[in-house]
């Protein structure tokens, strides 16, 4: 029962140096939380998944694009990914060149190579050889003969591959709709990320200050907030969007002035409870400033209840942007986005592809990020850190 | 000797976290006989509230488990009883008070509601028999004009009076045994010592069983007819009371015995260099009432102290909670704002702003009561220690504060090569020791000790105290030792005040306060601190 001899019982895996997460080095509790969290199957299978299609998506010029990725003419190597020529390189008039132009395809084909990617349309690219009237079904359900019957060759012309199949039909304007979902999928979570990391660095201070502070500016700022919160989003952003051209930056900072306000409930909460702790009181003793205080020693207590509120914020912020899309409020026409695929949904209901794959995206997206949530939540949970 | 009423025999409990299986308890065996006071003592860590738990099968299950073991109970087997066999003993034939008065009552309901809902559940009782009974039950554990509190909710009670309630609710049922989770070691020595007379006299009165779990030997001493000494889940020792005490056998009982503060205060010397003076230091809270929050009172948390305090001695503060003693630490060192003069180190420092008092803070520090609350558990023993440092001492390198910090833990008597762990890796004493590191690398001149030692097991409490005087020795250090336990306060200050609601009651060398207190106050504090005794109505809080 010695007060030092239970120093040397503590062994050696408990200590700090043995921890780590992959290539990083971390702290007992934050490797206990990563056990925690990949003890959750599901949400840490939903983590991988989502990291892969989030990843893969960044990449969707490289996958849905109509244009090669690289290509070869009369010996020079061009990428037209990264670059835009003008058609007179190939011969054309055109300040940029139509790679899917069967003109252009040819003389290219006879004087060099090309490499597609596996999607030869990117998320504006309307298919000008539809083989029915848009929406066209998915060349699956086709007969080759009808898939290739517009192109001039038919079924031995050199543009009817799989590449240009749409696999997932198109919507009622001839574009390709896995292309748009690809492109939808990633500005729809990439405007969520974005969103959510500037709601929570806006949230986390004005919680933290008004936490920390308390007293007047608490109570000015919480009313404040209550106003904020009263008032309705999507009426004002319809208003909005009368004087201002909507724009992914323009439509961010609206959501922004909005969706701060729910972090600061649970950061000026934990700052609340933990600004008299008596840890706090000691580095007040020992001639702590405000800001430190706030930053290294009560900031890491609220970083809990934020990370685990995050995940269902960006799942909130995807839904408000889908939500605002499928109004017609949202990004401007021609973007893909996966609101505007339901609108198109709902106005060609004769096409049901269009609502199954804008469900199916939608609601898988959402499901693995409320799984992740889940996650992170028992991840965080000190019951569980902690038992 | 009649049938025991109660016979623990090889109980187990052990506990799975996550597939880990760690047993707290292994195989115990004890009984208590009709109308004897058992007491199971030991320090924390040592399963006697586990134990205790097990007999009303109160743990966490499934995550707490039975490996073996029997607890009968008149002739019953309470382990293997099922749920609602267990509801008919819990709360009538078995009851139990906790440690914590202010949790274990719902702060929703009043007293008469709580007790009242006892009754009827047991007993079926009409509304108005449970009236009377719960005016007699107030009145049996010596609540004044019960009549008038039965609408009381328990925020408006003192922890003294809520723990008579819980009593009073343990035995609206006539139960046969009560068991006690440390039901004083909340409460102030005065209330504990009321509470002890009254559980001692309802025992008589009633032919009561009670089994006590406490960790406090001068408890056992008193109370109990028979002791089991617990460490580590098992009993390893037990017999009647007073041969425990008079001869005890095993190494871990005469250590424990052992443990008490001892020693001798430094001596007092007039002529040592004046650390801090305070003259007529008042801290008033305004009480506000009204549309427009005008002042209409003022809680007098300190009202009108005057002390000295001189390099190398111990000023010690003692009173009950609520006397103002931690305010008047607080408004020392600047923490709250105070009137009066408050002189340090030769300047006034009474009406320094936050930033004025920047570059003292590194001469004044505090350590403060709880060893789990004062250090943050997200920074490194290393990082703890070393934040003063990197305020009060921009100008070392980061290998100089290293070597500052290994030096100052090996002197507070920590292995230097821990420094990179958390501090929920430690135990109490040793997360103290952390706390006191932290105040003197800074080598102050003054610490103010915030009851350092009332959250640690007595052995771990005397080790403090000893480092405690070592430290003060070596850098002739000015303390001001606040505390209620008056034991601790005996073999550290040479002087002594003590308040009571923000007033001094007496004031002087600590000899002549604890050997010839002048006020019945005074008095009254010495005896059940010393001796567990009550005092006449009137001179004490209740």
Redesign the interface.
Known sequence: ?S??A??ES?PEA????GYKVGPFKV???NHRRWLGFKANKRGYWSFWIFMVLFIGSLFAPFIANDRPIIMSYKGEILSPIFKDYPEEKFGGFLPVTDYRDPANFDEISSNGWMIWPPIRYSYRTVNSELPEPAPARPSWRLSTDQVCGKYENGVDDAQCNYGNWNWFGTDDQGRDVSARLIYGFQISVIFGLILTGFSAVIGITAGAVQGFYGGWLDLIFQRFIEIITSIPLLFLLIIIASVLPPGFWILLGIMLVFSWTGFVGVVRAEFFRARN???V?????????NGTLMF??LL??AMVATLTFMPFVLSGSITALTSLDFLGFGLPPGSPSLGEMVQQAKNNLQSPWLAIMAFIVISTMLTLLVFIGEAVRDAFDPRKT?? | MSEPILSVEDLQVAFT??GKTTTAVHGISFHINKGETVALVG?SGSGKSVSALSILKLLPYPAASHPSGKIMFKGKDLLSADAAELRKVRGSDVTMIFQEPMTSLNPLHTIEKQIGEILELHQGMGEKDRKIRTIELLNQVGIRDPEKRLGSYPHQMSGGQRQRVMIAMSLANEPELLIADEPTTALDVTVQAQILELLNKLKARRGLSMLFITHDLGIVRKFADRVCVM?NGEIVEHGPTKEIFDNPQHE?TK?LLAAEPNGDPPASDDKAELIMEAKDMKVWFPVKAGFLRKTVDHIKAVDGIDLTLRAGQTLGVVGESGSGKTTLGLAL?R?ISSEGKIGFIGRDIGDYSFKQ???L??E???V???PY????????VAEIIA??MR??MRQLSNAEVDDTVCGVLQEV???PS?R???P????G??RQ?M?IA?AMV?EPKFVMLDEPTSALDM??QV?VVELLRRLQEERNLAYLFISHDLKVVRAMANEVIVMRLGKVVEQGQATQIFDAPQTDYTKALMAAAFNLETASSGIVSQ
Request: glycine letters at 8%; zero cysteines.
């Open positions: 029962m007060d030092t239970s120093l503590i408990e200590t700090y140096q702290t007992p509790l702790f008596e840890y009181n000691a580095a007040r003793a020992l001639g702590v400033g290294r020693h890491p207590n902690f038992g | 976290t996550s320090e460490t871990y250590h060192t923490m008092m920047k570059p803070r590194s004044m520090q505090i403060f009561q709880d609350g004062s250090l943050s558990p997200r920074m490194s934040e003063g305020i009060h008597g920590l292995e821990t990179h762990r958390y929920h890796e430690f135990s004493g040793q020791r706390a932290r800074l052995s771990v080790q």
